[in-house]
């Protein structure tokens, strides 16, 4: 069997240092982070691992389980948001903040100001450990991007990066080094691939009849990025 691509520091291409700030965080369990884009660079992964790290409950949420169509709503939705994980004791994580957290300057209705409104009065009275992911930063607004401690900016593989997760995922599902070595200058020019490329492709081969080669999965590999 194909075992799921496992989680990994050494897989994540981001301008700050993951190990000093998780370490930092076992010592003060208290900051809020803004995780920037593309899809599938592992922005929403490194926040369950920061939870697994400091034996913490997680609690996951999105802009459309807050939204609400009365009026106050949404800002009640927030406000319990908050209080489950202060409750809790969980590391808290909004996903697809963008939309959710628009720039304020082109709001047109009154209740898309105040929604926003409560969340930045909610998060600078919380104490524990807050992440936002977003693919597309620029649309925050620029109040909400200052309540940030840490803003990171999560990128595709490196070369060798890519490389290594190929060498890794061959050898975990059982292919020969010297059939998956002749490739690896194809890796390395194979750019925009993240590890969730390579978590879906394993998913792909997984429900292929034939067995597990190194040129199947850069192949579908070469399929994700022109995807």
């Given at each position: 069997?194909?075992?799921?691509?496992?989680?990994?520091?050494?897989?994540?291409?981001?301008?700050?240092?993951?190990?000093?700030?998780?370490?930092?965080?076992?010592?003060?369990?208290?900051?809020?982070?803004?995780?920037?884009?593309?899809?599938?660079?592992?922005?929403?992964?490194?926040?369950?691992?920061?939870?697994?790290?400091?034996?913490?409950?997680?609690?996951?949420?999105?802009?459309?389980?807050?939204?609400?169509?009365?009026?106050?709503?949404?800002?009640?939705?927030?406000?319990?948001?908050?209080?489950?994980?202060?409750?809790?004791?969980?590391?808290?994580?909004?996903?697809?903040a963008d939309s959710f957290l628009s720039d304020r300057m082109g709001a047109h209705r009154q209740w898309e100001v105040t929604q926003t409104n409560e969340f930045l009065t909610r998060l600078e009275s919380f104490e524990g450990i807050f992440f936002a992911t977003t693919n597309l930063v620029d649309k925050l607004d620029a109040a909400v991007?200052?309540?940030?401690?840490?803003?990171?900016?999560?990128?595709?593989?490196?070369?060798?990066?890519?490389?290594?997760?190929?060498?890794?995922?061959?050898?975990?599902?059982?292919?020969?080094?010297?059939?998956?070595?002749?490739?690896?200058?194809?890796?390395?020019?194979?750019?925009?691939?993240?590890?969730?490329?390579?978590?879906?492709?394993?998913?792909?081969?997984?429900?292929?009849?034939?067995?597990?080669?190194?040129?199947?999965?850069?192949?579908?590999?070469?399929?994700?990025?022109?995807?």
């Amino acid at each position: 069997p194909i075992i799921q691509t496992a989680f990994s520091l050494d897989f994540i291409n981001a301008n700050a240092d993951i190990h000093s700030i998780l370490n930092g965080l076992k010592n003060s369990p208290q900051a809020t982070f803004c995780l920037y884009g593309p899809p599938g660079t592992g922005k929403s992964l490194l926040a369950r691992h920061v939870a697994d790290e400091l034996g913490i409950p997680l609690l996951i949420k999105r802009a459309s389980d807050l939204l609400n169509k009365y009026v106050g709503g949404t800002e009640q939705r927030i406000a319990a948001m908050f209080e489950q994980a202060r409750d809790d004791g969980a590391v808290l994580v909004l996903d697809e903040a963008d939309s959710f957290l628009s720039d304020r300057m082109g709001a047109h209705r009154q209740w898309e100001v105040t929604q926003t409104n409560e969340f930045l009065t909610r998060l600078e009275s919380f104490e524990g450990i807050f992440f936002a992911t977003t693919n597309l930063v620029d649309k925050l607004d620029a109040a909400v991007l200052r309540r940030f401690s840490h803003k990171i900016k999560f990128d595709y593989l490196t070369a060798d990066q890519r490389w290594g997760l190929f060498v890794q995922e061959c050898c975990r599902m059982g292919i020969a080094s010297d059939e998956f070595a002749p490739l690896e200058s194809a890796i390395r020019r194979l750019d925009l691939l993240t590890p969730g490329d390579f978590a879906a492709a394993l998913k792909n081969i997984k429900l292929s009849a034939s067995s597990p080669t190194g040129d199947s999965l850069i192949k579908v590999l070469e399929a994700e990025v022109r995807m």
